[in-house]
């Protein structure tokens, strides 16, 4: 029926694309990769899941087959089925054992228009949940179940986190299929849900809790608006001709057809003109240079390298100034430490010549000392040998005789003179 209505419709260009994901024990596989042919699940490709900073989910390896009409689609979902894993079990003969999402992918475009409207149809197939101690499986058939039940509990936690209004954080990444339909749950989406019951007594368990999640699905609501882009293609096919037009029109007001660089000649005349503006001292004075950005664009260009020059060689005298003060004040320093040492130096050499005077001094006094001894024992000496010769005259050794031998001094005498 979509495809139909797309088909139809012929005021617009559509584009459908479409892809098969199947989640079997958390692991995803492309079941319409088109170089691998019908086989086991294992030898089907990986799809890994991507997020970019924008919180966007991408898909790798999940290729995109392109549905030009409604058989398209139906071969490829043929297509898909037969790679899907089925297993007997004791409620299902033909039990899927994983949970698959087909998904169309559909843009339109009107005619020479760049804006571009894209949207996405996820069909989900969700595996039935399974009581076990019910169905009495074991081996690989139990931990199938296991995992189907854990993503379908995962996607409950989603649902009713999204059911509720004051909820801050919902758990997307807690399994693989949440992560996927991320867009499709609480995004720009509308969601819906159809769900299948068994009429049997025995199953009456599950067709209640079937029904308790489908109307949790049915509180979930969304604002859906519509994804309108720009094409980035025609974007730019659409400037160059406007570009090319606003040339061509520039250059009927002008007169001149522009190049798209400025001849030497002119850039020549530019500097000149430049130059005369800056030594020109009135402030009223203007730069003329005509209407043209090319001729605008190279003069501020060309005075801010000029700025720039000044600036650097301001820059270069100021650092040359810092390292004159700084040699200036080096050698001030080292003068005022050559300073101190010639001053400590005089201080020793006042010092050592007090000292030599000192002991010059001690030593004079010390001469005159020795002199002055020398003069006094000089005249002991002659003052002796006065005295001796006063005593050793002939009238005091008369008298010695005469007073020593007084009977005999008439005899002693030649004997005095005779000494003498």
């Not at 054992?97 to 169309?104: E, G, M, N, P, Q």
């Not at 949440?178 to 509308?190: E, I, K």
């Not at 994804?227 to 007169?255: F, S, W, Y």
């Not at 003069?375 to 006063?390: K, R």
Request: hydrophobic share 35%; glycine share 2%.
């Amino acid at each position: 029926y979509f495809l139909s209505l797309v088909i139809q419709d012929s005021s617009k260009v559509y584009t459908t694309h479409v892809s098969y994901l199947e989640i079997y024990n958390e692991c995803g596989y492309d079941l319409l990769d088109p170089r691998h042919k019908p086989s086991r699940l294992e030898d089907l490709p990986k799809v890994t899941i991507m997020e970019d900073p924008d919180q966007n989910i991408h898909l790798k390896n999940l290729s995109l087959q392109q549905a030009t009409s409604e058989e398209d689609a139906l071969n490829l979902l043929f297509f898909g089925d037969t790679n899907r894993v089925i297993a007997e079990t004791p409620m299902n003969q033909a039990s899927t054992r994983s949970h698959c999402i087909f998904t169309i992918h559909i843009s339109s475009k009107e005619p020479g228009s760049a804006t571009i409207r894209r949207s996405k149809l996820h069909l989900v197939d969700l595996a039935g949940s399974e009581r076990v101690a019910k169905t009495g499986v074991g081996g690989h058939l139990l931990t199938e179940a296991k995992y189907i039940n854990l993503s379908l509990h995962y996607l409950e936690q989603v649902i009713i986190a999204l059911a509720e209004t004051n909820r801050s954080h919902i758990p997307y990444r807690n399994s693989m299929m949440t992560s996927v339909l991320r867009d499709s749950l609480g995004g720009n989406c509308m969601t819906a849900m159809i769900a299948t019951l068994s009429i049997d007594k025995r199953n009456i368990d599950e067709s209640i809790s079937t029904c308790r999640f489908a109307q949790r699905v049915a509180l979930i609501k969304n604002e859906a608006v519509l994804n309108e882009e720009i094409d980035p293609r025609l974007m730019i096919v659409q400037l160059k001709k406007e570009i090319q037009e606003l040339k061509d029109e520039l250059a009927l007001l002008t007169g001149k057809e522009r190049m798209s660089e400025l001849s030497q000649d002119e850039l020549h005349q530019l500097d000149e003109l430049i130059e005369t503006f800056l030594k020109d001292n009135d402030p009223y004075s203007t730069l003329e240079v005509g209407a043209d950005m090319r001729k605008i664009k190279y003069c501020f260009s060309h005075m801010k390298q000029l700025m720039n020059h000044s600036r650097s060689s301001d820059k270069k005298l100021f650092s040359q100034h810092i390292s004159e003060e700084k040699d200036i004040n080096k050698e001030a320093e080292e003068l005022k430490k050559l300073k101190e040492i010639l001053q400590q130096r005089d201080n020793e050499i006042n010092i050592l010549v007090n000292m030599l005077k000192t002991e010059k001094k001690k030593a004079r006094d010390a001469l005159l000392q020795l002199n002055a001894a020398s003069t006094d024992s000089t005249v002991l000496e002659q003052s002796l040998s006065t005295n001796l010769e006063d005593s050793w005259s002939p009238s005091s050794c008369s008298r010695l005789e005469e007073a020593k031998y007084p009977s005999s001094s008439a005899h002693r005498l030649p004997f005095c003179s005779k000494q003498r």
